[in-house]
Structure formats: structure tokens, C-alpha cells
């Protein structure tokens, strides 16, 4: 597979209505992207915000996780057969529980930039800045999460790269 890295500033809209998913998908039209999702009868998720449960948050905003050594700097997506793509440059940012289904929006992520790769072309770095420590290491951890039970380092994953955040108080 291709790796494919998708530079959200870098997208001109048409008109001042053009969403960022339009634009994502008029560029993704023009690259390979779409010819390698149809090859592999892959179809497309939106993703309207992004959902965390609490172990990835801090009081002062995204956890720091000592394994890593690192902050939350990003966000690996998945769900099989699809490529996920966020519907906007700036995304609200979940809290959720996963007993009671709720969310607490707790702030909005800018996302400059989307990586589009089977999981184990992803780098150490793009590993590390979402808490694992390897590809293994990112496959046993997210299997324990509904909707991810089937991935594999060669699933195809969507990386979220974290810009600005901003906090709600």
C-alpha cells in the first residue's frame, strides 16, 4: 500500500461554503487515494468529532503518557472497510463514558494534517504521540475498544495529527 499524507492547510476551497471534506475529497479524487480505496472495496467514514474515554486527558488538556514519554499529538482511526476522515479542519474533542454512551465536549482540535496507511506504515513517531510504543503494542491495546476488535498491522488506519487545541473551562 501507499502512504498517504493529506495537508489540511494546504487545501484551497472553492467558494467560502467549501467544507473541509469537500475539499479533502476533491483532492483525494486527483491522488491515488481513491483508486487504492476502490481497489480494496474501501468506503469512506466521516467522522463529525472525536471521542476519547478519560485516560487520554489532563487536567491541563491531553494526557502526558510516561510510556512514551510524550503528550497526545495525535489520533490513529479505524473501522473495518473504511477510511476515516474528519469533516472539518477543527474538531470537537469527547469526552466519553463508555457505561453510560455520554459525551462531554471538552474542547475543539485543529487537525493540519491526515496520514492514510495500513497501520503498521505509520511512524514511530505518529506511534508514540498516540501512546503506544510500537505497532504491536498499538494492535493489543486498541483491540480492547469497541469497533476495533478486528484490527491488524495491516489494517488500513487514518492518523488524526493534533494542531492547536483549545480547552473548554
Same mark, same amino acid.
Given at each position: 500500500?501507499?502512504?498517504?499524507?493529506?495537508?489540511t492547510?494546504?487545501?484551497?476551497?472553492v467558494?467560502?461554503h467549501?467544507t473541509?471534506?469537500?475539499?479533502i475529497?476533491?483532492e483525494?479524487?486527483?491522488?491515488?487515494?481513491?483508486?487504492? #480505496?476502490?481497489? +480494496?472495496? =474501501? @468506503?469512506?467514514?466521516?467522522?463529525?468529532?472525536?471521542? /476519547?474515554? *478519560?485516560?487520554?486527558?489532563?487536567?491541563?488538556?491531553?494526557?502526558?503518557?510516561?510510556?512514551?514519554?510524550?503528550?497526545?499529538?495525535?489520533?490513529?482511526?479505524?473501522?473495518?472497510?473504511k477510511?476515516?476522515?474528519?469533516?472539518q479542519?477543527?474538531?470537537?474533542?469527547?469526552?466519553?463514558?463508555?457505561?453510560?454512551?455520554e459525551?462531554?465536549?471538552?474542547?475543539?482540535?485543529?487537525?493540519?494534517?491526515?496520514?492514510? #496507511?495500513?497501520? +503498521?506504515? =505509520? @511512524?514511530?513517531?505518529?506511534?508514540?504521540?498516540?501512546? /503506544?510504543? *510500537?505497532?504491536?503494542?498499538?494492535?493489543?491495546n486498541?483491540?480492547?475498544?469497541?469497533?476495533?476488535?478486528?484490527?491488524?498491522?495491516?489494517?488500513?488506519?487514518?492518523?488524526?495529527?493534533?494542531?492547536?487545541?483549545?480547552?473548554?473551562?
Amino acid at each position: 500500500m501507499a502512504r498517504f499524507d493529506i495537508y489540511t492547510k494546504e487545501l484551497i476551497p472553492v467558494n467560502e461554503h467549501s467544507t473541509l471534506l469537500e475539499m479533502i475529497m476533491r483532492e483525494i479524487g486527483d491522488s491515488d487515494v481513491l483508486s487504492f #480505496a476502490r481497489t +480494496n472495496k =474501501l @468506503t469512506f467514514h466521516v467522522d463529525e468529532s472525536t471521542d /476519547f474515554y *478519560s485516560q487520554h486527558f489532563s487536567e491541563e488538556g491531553w494526557a502526558y503518557y510516561p510510556r512514551t514519554k510524550r503528550v497526545k499529538a495525535g489520533t490513529l482511526r479505524y473501522r473495518p472497510g473504511k477510511i476515516r476522515l474528519p469533516s472539518q479542519r477543527h474538531m470537537y474533542v469527547n469526552q466519553t463514558y463508555p457505561d453510560t454512551k455520554e459525551k462531554t465536549r471538552v474542547g475543539i482540535a485543529e487537525i493540519p494534517r491526515i496520514v492514510i #496507511a495500513n497501520l +503498521n506504515e =505509520l @511512524t514511530i513517531d505518529e506511534l508514540l504521540n498516540d501512546g /503506544f510504543t *510500537s505497532v504491536k503494542d498499538a494492535v493489543n491495546n486498541m483491540k480492547q475498544y469497541p469497533g476495533y476488535e478486528a484490527i491488524n498491522n495491516n489494517s488500513v488506519v487514518s492518523y488524526y495529527y493534533f494542531g492547536e487545541t483549545h480547552w473548554k473551562k
